[in-house]
């Protein structure tokens, strides 16, 4: 998590406090949401979409604003079905470990089109082979925030002047 203290200097403290107080939080608030938007569509972009499409459907982001704070999240739904698979497929699960029986019989159905008869007969030796062989990480959110992070980080450092444009009677140097 990141912290941004603002300092006010130059021409905007020309202004008052109140006003540059409103410019602050609506701009913090506007670069919040641009990077927030950003992010979640570099997440949603490495994350695999599969024949349920239930792990995209379930991607959520947030900004909550508390009286000094302003938070942006983004992360999976933990209402929707997807939510209990969404850390192995994010970090990959490694050998040795198995997956829960039963975890896997929607997507072979989907997937390979078989009866529910078949998937429960078959589904055990997928289950083997993950805890054999383990599985591939997706790092879908490793990926989306790496991808925005260089543009999320510009955003802010431009604050001040998303601050300024908020306060149009405030003089500019010349």
Do not use: C
Request: hydrophobic share 40%; charged share 25%.
């Amino acid at each position: 998590m990141y912290k941004i203290d603002i300092e006010i200097t130059g021409s905007l403290v020309s202004a008052n406090r109140k006003e540059v107080e409103d410019a602050t939080r609506r701009a913090v608030l506007q670069i919040m949401n641009e990077s927030v938007n950003m992010t979640f569509v570099n997440v949603a972009k490495h994350t695999p979409v599969g024949v349920t499409r239930m792990l995209i459907n379930a991607l959520w982001r947030n900004i909550t604003v508390t009286k000094n704070v302003v938070t942006g999240t983004i992360k999976i739904n933990k209402s929707n079905a997807a939510f209990r698979y969404a850390n192995a497929l994010e970090y990959g699960r490694t050998s040795k470990k198995w997956p829960p029986k039963g975890a896997l019989l929607q997507w072979m159905i989907l997937r390979f089109g078989v009866s529910m008869k078949e998937a429960l007969r078959k589904e055990f030796l997928l289950r083997r082979s993950i805890a054999e062989h383990g599985t591939k990480p997706a790092l879908m959110f490793f990926k989306g925030y790496n991808e925005s992070r260089n543009r999320v980080m510009d955003a802010f450092g431009k604050l001040g002047k998303v601050i300024k444009e908020q306060l149009p009677h405030v003089r500019k140097r010349h």
